[in-house]
């Protein structure tokens, strides 16, 4: 499996706190049948400047890496969980701040509906080059204008990941995110993991829970899925 959404990299932002902790969800995830991870920390562009959030993340992959030198564990990639902001295609290189510099960006909503701003703005990135990968899209389903970003999936301008404590804590948010993986929206399912207490990783139940729900093909389906995307960012082939 690959977890493409993950806050595992110490002192980032709010989750793991140091590296012990961070080791923990490394194990955790490897435990699940996880063999790669991509490490999304928090980018709150109206918080922190693009130098101090990517130094900041550089010093804690470093600091993590050294720790788990020669340690059988998931492979490491860096992203980061980009907060929006209008015209967010306009500021410059946007490549630092996608997953392992590739054209795909994982990127987190920040309003209650989407606005003709919104629209414009993941209009731009497409036409950029550039594929957004809408974060944990199941709390954006309340949102007023939601089927203008569903649209975007449907034509495949963009992906759509979901949370897997979503799944795993079941009600009503997961009988809808069943519904949107059998309609072909959910593209990847992330762990989303922050802390091993309180958020801890759940990838492997969600991924039961889906083909117990959904059927065997539609788990089989986003696993592949994950692996594909993963492979196709690394620049590696993809062998079913």
């Known amino acids: ?24 969800l ?25 130098e101090d959030f990517l130094s900041g993340r550089e010093e804690a992959r470093k ?25 967010m295609g306009k500021i410059g290189d946007i490549r630092p701040f996608t997953l392992e510099g590739s054209r795909y960006i994982l990127l987190e909503l920040n309003m209650s509906r989407v606005t003709d701003k919104v629209v414009a703005t993941v209009e731009n990135l497409c036409e950029m080059g ?8 199941e709390r954006y389903l309340g949102f007023s204008g939601i089927k203008r970003i ?12 979901v949370n897997a404590s979503a799944i795993a804590d079941g009600g009503i948010t ?34 039961n829970l889906i083909a117990l729900n959904c059927g065997e093909e539609y788990k089989t389906k986003l696993m592949e899925n994950s692996r594909r995307l993963c492979c196709r960012i690394l620049g590696e082939s993809y062998e079913e």
């Open 63 to 87: 600091e993590l890496m050294d720790s788990i030198k020669g340690m059988d564990l998931p492979k490491i990639h860096i992203g980061c969980e980009l907060f929006y902001f209008d015209d």
């Open 174 to 207: 997961a009988r809808r995110i069943y519904k949107l993986i059998k309609k072909g929206y959910i593209y990847l399912v992330g762990s989303d993991t922050h802390s091993v207490a309180e958020r801890p990783p759940q990838i492997e139940k969600a991924y």
């Open 26 to 50: 490394l194990n955790m995830l490897k435990e699940q049948g996880v063999t790669d991870v991509f490490a999304t920390p928090h980018f709150y562009p109206h918080i922190q400047s693009a």
């Open 1 to 24: 499996m690959v977890d493409f959404h993950s806050h595992i990299l110490p002192g980032v932002d709010d989750g793991a706190e140091n590296i012990e902790e961070s080791v923990k």
């Open 150 to 161: 569903l649209k975007f999936i449907e034509q495949e301008r963009c992906f759509a990941q």
């Open 130 to 137: 550039f594929v957004p990968v809408f974060a944990h899209i």
